[in-house]
């Protein structure tokens, strides 16, 4: 079984920071590209940010120059900065496990609200 695990979730006021984590526990062989994703009710969810193995990012355009994506070995990490109400979702990790015995899988993290108030 492979788990990730998300931290660092909360209520921050609008211009303040966070930092969401989330590590990947479990019997694996590798983990390849990570990234962050976000929902709102009665949306779909949107990619944040992602990074490859080889830390080659990609980002929304709603939040470039303002979060920041980055890992180290099994947690992947998000640096959110200046904050927007607008930002408000659940935030879920993600990330394609290589299981040992070849085959990889998506998998995502449970889930951490962040809530921006104005």
């Known amino acids: 079984q492979v788990h990730l695990v998300e931290s660092g979730g909360g209520l921050v006021q609008a211009g303040g920071s966070l930092r969401l984590s989330c590590a990947a526990s479990g019997s694996y062989f590798s983990i390849n590209a990570m990234g962050w994703y976000r929902q709102t009710p009665g949306k779909q969810r949107e990619l944040v940010a992602t990074?490859?193995?080889?830390?080659n990012t990609n980002y929304a355009d709603s939040v470039k120059g303002r979060f920041t994506i980055s890992r180290d070995k099994n947690t992947v990490y998000l640096q959110m900065n200046s904050l927007k109400p607008e930002d408000t979702a659940v935030y879920y990790c993600?990330?394609?496990?290589?299981?040992?015995?070849?085959?990889?899988?998506?998998?995502w993290g449970q889930g951490t609200q962040v809530t921006v108030s104005s």
């Open positions: 993600n990330a394609y496990i290589q299981r040992v015995g070849g085959q990889q899988y998506r998998y």
């Open positions: 990074i490859t193995s080889g830390d």
